[in-house]
């Protein structure tokens, strides 16, 4: 039910009950204002558009807080997602009032600080998806984040870094007793989490395979759990006699005799997780005088080149890695692969030598009898 009156100053009252009986009241000075609002109002209702303005006073804090315990993702996930719903600088005020210029503030603050770009394109994508969820919810009529776009990343090939032979001897040299850890991550491309979270169990050494079973996630001692892995990373990794060998020497050591036991835990018998692995990291990486920038996962990227460099195909190397889809293989390392101007120019060098040679060969006689 709607109505439009003028009151006694000349201004237009109009007004419109919801569904729930609750009456919306608004004040223009032109009668065709008051119009417009009021068949604006009642076009979202018959569309199904419509959003009790009320809605929108919830806190962001207190809209996400609910939304993210909707959820059934994991622990890292949720961790995730907290950081990033926590990080906008509209904790506080009512989810309605956000606007656009807000997001793309704050966007702009998130690079400022010096945070990866990749970093914040994941925060951005909660943010949106937490506007969205919202919309969907009557809770906004439009999303304050659609259309944000997160700073551009630098290009694989820039930002990448990969380890040498030399260098990779160096780290492998460095590693001490953390070195069996290293290897699983330069030799097989395991992730951290799934290094730490590797059991005897997973290990076929008649095969020569590693299973991707499981991972780690949480970055302390209280926190660290075995979780299964990224979805879509489960998988069997080929691995080379080389590797079997230390592993097979590194059980030994460590009198690991269950298919439960874990491979690799620190001296106390916790876990290794992203904090403490990071630590030892650290530590290897200086003792090996490797850049400050190279990560564990820079021996997973390492691990990667090798296969490129020794003509395994995009299939192949998605699925030594434990990428979803052979696309995101390639969007990480397309760089890596030859070009088509280098396989052009290889294959028509391969033609020019043939001919030179069939050219150069001395041509056979032949004698009448």
Request: glycine residues 6%.
């Amino acid at each position: 039910m709607a109505s439009i009156k003028q009151r006694p100053d000349g201004v237009w009252r109009a007004r419109y009950r919801d569904d729930a009986g609750k009456e919306h009241a608004k004040h223009f000075k032109l009668k065709r204002d008051a119009q417009r609002w009021i068949d604006e109002v009642t076009a979202s209702v018959v569309t199904g558009q419509y959003v009790d303005p009320r809605a929108g006073r919830v806190l962001w804090s207190e809209w996400t807080r609910a939304w993210m315990e909707r959820q059934t993702w994991t622990q890292g996930t949720l961790d995730a997602a907290h950081t990033a719903v926590q990080s906008v600088t509209w904790t506080d005020d009512p989810i309605a009032r956000v606007k656009p210029s807000d997001v793309t503030a704050w966007v702009a603050s998130e690079s400022k600080r010096g945070l990866a770009a990749s970093t914040i394109a994941t925060r951005l994508n909660y943010v949106q998806m937490a506007f969205r969820a919202a919309v969907r919810d009557k809770v906004i009529a439009d999303s304050a984040a659609a259309g944000v776009k997160p700073p551009r990343a630098r290009r694989a090939e820039a930002s990448m870094k990969i380890l040498d032979a030399e260098q990779s001897s160096a780290a492998l040299a460095a590693a001490g007793d953390f070195r069996p850890f290293v290897e699983v991550c330069l030799f097989a491309g395991l992730r951290l989490g799934e290094a730490a979270g590797l059991q005897l169990g997973d290990v076929n050494f008649l095969r020569r395979t590693i299973s991707v079973q499981r991972q780690v996630q949480g970055s302390t001692h209280k926190a660290a759990n075995l979780v299964p892995p990224k979805a879509g990373s489960e998988r069997t990794i080929f691995v080379p006699d080389e590797l079997m060998t230390s592993l097979a020497a590194h059980v030994a050591s460590e009198g690991i005799s269950k298919p439960t036991d874990q491979m690799f835990v620190e001296s106390l018998g916790r876990l290794w997780h992203r904090n403490n692995a990071a630590d030892e990291w650290r530590k290897v990486r200086k003792a090996a005088g490797l850049p400050d920038d190279v990560t564990i996962h820079t021996l997973r990227h390492t691990f990667a080149s090798n296969l490129i460099a020794s003509g395994c195909d995009v299939v192949t190397v998605q699925r030594a890695l434990g990428h979803a889809q052979p696309s995101i293989t390639l969007n990480v390392y397309s760089h890596l692969w030859p070009s088509a101007e280098d396989k052009t120019r290889a294959a028509t060098a391969e033609f020019m030598k043939a001919i030179r040679e069939s050219a150069e060969s001395p041509q056979e006689s032949h004698s009448g009898a």
